[in-house]
């Protein structure tokens, strides 16, 4: 099983500076990565996916990059609505395996 | 556009089971490919099992091997996650996703099982 480590844990930021979020697999997923934002009671929404694709409707200042092994997450001004628990998944392997997450809150 | 939604919240004793459904609609489920993921209490997500559209079968995550079951009714559209033998420890919100390409694009509201003597 792929084991993914998500870091830092908890991500302190004021609102409209950047966040950065690391997704690290215990081997290679190649590109097959996707990121979701999940909100205190909400189901996870997807924000991106194929490591950099955004999904619908998901805005341009969320982005994504990285391949094998090593993946960013990137929220280039942090809006309100942002602050939520940010969890990566690869899909390159059965079983998929998500991250234990990012929770990025309010400085 | 695809909606997912899940059966009532479930309080259950040890040992007992339980069987969630999650009814879709904008598509029919034969076009879909339906998850089941789990979050425990302050936890992370967890995948549970699904169809897999390749194989044309069920897969489950090791760990839920002989325990679980996920099925689907095509009449009504309806897919279902039955998880027997219950311990406090899968008390969790168990959500319903449809899997396109490994990508879990929607996801039910989630049902609350609660196990609890």
């Known amino acids: 099983e792929i084991v993914m480590t998500q870091s830092p844990a908890t991500l302190s930021v004021s609102p409209g500076e950047r966040a950065t979020l690391s997704c690290r697999a215990s081997q290679s997923v190649s590109s097959n990565l996707a990121w979701y934002q999940q909100k205190p009671g909400q189901a996870p929404r997807l924000l991106i996916y194929?490591?950099?694709t955004r999904a619908t409707g998901i805005p341009a200042r969320f982005s994504g990059s990285g391949s094998g092994t090593e993946f960013t997450l990137t929220i280039s001004s942090l809006q309100s609505e942002d602050f939520a628990v940010y969890y990566c998944q690869q899909y390159n392997n059965w079983p998929f395996t998500f991250g234990g997450g990012t929770k990025v809150e309010i400085k | 556009q695809v909606q997912l939604v899940q059966s009532g919240a479930e309080v259950k004793k040890p040992g007992a089971s339980v069987k969630v459904s999650c009814k879709v609609s904008?598509?029919?489920?034969?076009?879909?490919?339906m998850h089941w993921v789990r979050q425990a209490p302050g936890k992370g997500l967890e995948w549970m099992g699904g169809?897999?559209?390749?194989?044309?079968?069920?897969i489950y995550a090791q760990k839920f091997q002989g325990r679980v079951t996920m099925t689907e009714d095509t009449s009504t559209d309806t897919a279902y996650m039955e998880l027997s033998s219950l311990r406090s420890e899968d008390t969790a919100v168990y959500y319903c996703?449809?899997?396109?390409?490994?990508?879990?694009?929607?996801w039910g509201q989630g049902t609350l099982v609660t196990v609890s003597s």
């Open positions: 169809f897999d559209p390749e194989d044309g079968e069920t």
């Open positions: 194929g490591a950099s």
């Open positions: 996703a449809t899997q396109w390409q490994g990508i879990f694009d929607y």
């Open positions: 904008g598509y029919t489920l034969t076009e879909l490919s």
